[in-house]
């Protein structure tokens, strides 16, 4: 048999660093943010309950801060690329978008990329983040970054697939222009949450509620993808801004490619992965990322009180009875 979980880093060094990390409080907030440097692995490393996660970290899971390529490959029109030193950049002309894609798939684990999105006029533009399963029964989380015209804000939609369906949009507005400079966001994925995060503050989590019959995604390996379309018929107030072509091309820019999860081999069926990344110990199913910590939650009721622009759960026209999920969801 193949191996089927590898690290693409073979070796670390475990040692103590300048940020060594002296509380059980400072490892939740190192993992449940991202493990974005060697530093911050032997940061985590060096305390005493991180040992155990790096043990798995280092020798079992797919831990990956890599260069795009190593990860990564266009999908789709691999002519609207450029590279530009650690940057990606992909564009959208009256030609067409672009898209990229994971050389392999995942079963939990957490997913982050630094993205600037589409400057100045983005107006019916789509720039998507997302993991998504294959099939009529998929399972897929969403980042879309909905453009605007020059000076107004960018809209965040996240949505969550579970067998084919989804219908679960929510959309806020950011707290900084995040057409400006690189910003971090990140899915994280375990048994029990789903959590979405920019600059690793939580702003949606989707909770396993399979105790109250509520099917949860965790028996299908993901992929990673990005891709930038012209979505001028529904993107920007509603499809009324359409895209102005002489504005064209609309770059999005990334860099920071991780990904720290369960990777799965394609030889094996969904149920053997399903079963080996579930009992595997990785580090994203610790006890303490099985919900999000006190300060993350006050921080994401922060983001829904600022923020939030639409949730399907308040949605009563298109949901005259609340989804199943909702009642039960603790935000
Ligand atoms: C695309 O845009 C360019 C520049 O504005 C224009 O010259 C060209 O005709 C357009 N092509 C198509 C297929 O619309
Ligand atoms: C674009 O800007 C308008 C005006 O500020 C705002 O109402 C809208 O939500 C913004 N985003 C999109 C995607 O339409």
Redesign the pocket.
Known sequence: MLLTCQSSHQTYAIKTTPHSLSSLNKTSKYLSSSLNSNNTTMALCSSVIGFLMCFSLCFCCALATAKFEDMFQPYWAPDHFSFDGDAVNMKL???SGAGFSSKSKYMFGRVNIQIKLVEGDSAGTVTAFYMSSEGPKHHEFDFEFLGNTTGEPYVVQTNVYVNGVGNREQRLNLWFDPTKDFHSYSILWNQRQVVFLVDDTPIRVHTNLEHKGIPYPKDQAMGVYSSIWNADDWATQGGRVKTD??H?PFVASYRGFEINGCECSVANSDADNAKRCANIGGWWDHPMLSELNVHQSHQLIWVRANHMIYDYCSDTDRFPSVPMECEHHRH
Do not use: G, M
């Open positions: 002309d009256n030609f072509w002489s064209a």
